[in-house]
């Protein structure tokens, strides 16, 4: 959306956004397959190959903690360069429209200093949801080579108990936070953020308000009231 290539902005299109996320969706399926050939199930239990063991634990850390987030911070930094590459633009065009009197001060004005917010908000939004990320995918890698390296270790009951606990609070908590925390951190960030929902909210509000009482007064015009005969009466049905 903030590249000046009309190529790279057609990937914000609707329909274009679609089939990108239906081909990250096959991918994310197709990348995990290998879960279903080495998991068995024995005596009711699941298990796997002690390789394997090893295997998940390089997997999890090129897949889940190296990749995703390599991605996220390449691409941001391309946004930053994009945003100020179109920032500069911008300022050229002020500066070309006003006269020379008013040169130096042309990156003052109230749209330059609308844009320069909006970008500073949108780089804090992009920059924390990354931390997020990061912070969020490092435990269950951690999680797995820990139980790999320590596989043939003698534990004890405490031991055993603290690394269930923290693979349950890996599973059930951290590979979700960095998803639905990136909301809440938005509205604190982004003043603009909060402006945009509140509005989107507002909107839909008032159209189902309109719809509901358009539905009322149309299942109402039974009742209205007429003269009849001369009596002024209500069309009700007996």
Same mark, same amino acid.
């Given at each position: /959306?903030?590249?000046? %290539?009309?190529?790279?902005?057609?990937?914000?299109?609707?329909?274009?956004?679609?089939?990108?996320?239906?081909?990250?969706?096959? *991918?994310?399926?197709?990348?995990? +397959?290998?879960?279903?050939?080495?998991?068995?199930?024995?005596?009711?239990?699941?298990?796997? =190959?002690?390789?394997? $063991?090893?295997?998940?634990?390089?997997?999890?850390?090129?897949?889940?903690?190296? $990749?995703? =987030?390599?991605? /996220?911070?390449?691409?941001?930094?391309?946004?930053? #360069?994009?945003?100020?590459?179109? @920032?500069?633009?911008?300022?050229?065009?002020?500066?070309?429209?006003? !006269?020379?009197?008013?040169?130096?001060?042309?990156?003052?004005?109230?749209?330059? +200093? #609308?844009?320069?917010? %909006?970008? %500073?908000?949108? $780089?804090?939004? $992009?920059?924390?949801?990354?931390? *997020?990320?990061?912070?969020?995918?490092?435990?269950?890698?951690?999680?797995?080579?820990?139980?790999?390296?320590?596989?043939?270790?003698?534990?004890?009951?405490?031991?055993?108990?603290?690394?269930?606990?923290?693979?349950?609070?890996?599973?059930?908590?951290?590979?979700?936070?960095?998803?639905?925390?990136?909301?809440?951190?938005? *509205?604190? +960030?982004?003043?603009?953020? @909060? %402006?945009?929902?509140?509005?989107?909210?507002?909107?839909?509000?008032?159209?189902?308000? #309109?719809?509901?009482? #358009?539905?009322?007064? !149309?299942? !109402?015009?039974?009742?209205?009231?007429? =003269?009849?005969?001369?009596?002024?009466?209500? !069309?009700?049905? =007996?």
């Amino acid at each position: /959306m903030c590249s000046r %290539h009309s190529r790279i902005r057609n990937f914000s299109q609707p329909r274009i956004a679609a089939y990108v996320i239906a081909i990250i969706v096959g *991918l994310w399926i197709l990348i995990p +397959i290998h879960v279903l050939v080495f998991y068995k199930v024995e005596n009711g239990r699941c298990t796997v =190959p002690e390789a394997y $063991l090893y295997f998940n634990a390089a997997y999890s850390v090129l897949i889940g903690a190296a $990749l995703p =987030p390599g991605i /996220m911070i390449v691409f941001s930094a391309l946004a930053v #360069r994009s945003l100020r590459g179109i @920032r500069k633009s911008i300022r050229q065009a002020i500066v070309q429209v006003n !006269n020379a009197s008013i040169r130096d001060s042309a990156t003052t004005t109230p749209m330059s +200093i #609308r844009i320069k917010q %909006h970008d %500073h908000q949108l $780089l804090k939004m $992009l920059l924390v949801d990354v931390i *997020l990320y990061c912070l969020s995918n490092i435990p269950p890698p951690m999680s797995n080579i820990y139980s790999s390296v320590t596989l043939k270790w003698n534990k004890t009951p405490e031991q055993i108990q603290l690394q269930n606990f923290f693979t349950y609070l890996v599973s059930q908590f951290f590979i979700y936070f960095s998803t639905s925390a990136s909301l809440y951190t938005n *509205l604190m +960030i982004s003043k603009t953020f @909060r %402006h945009e929902l509140i509005s989107a909210l507002l909107r839909h509000f008032l159209s189902t308000r #309109r719809v509901l009482i #358009r539905v009322y007064t !149309n299942g !109402n015009t039974n009742n209205t009231v007429r =003269p009849i005969n001369g009596i002024v009466g209500a !069309n009700t049905a =007996p």
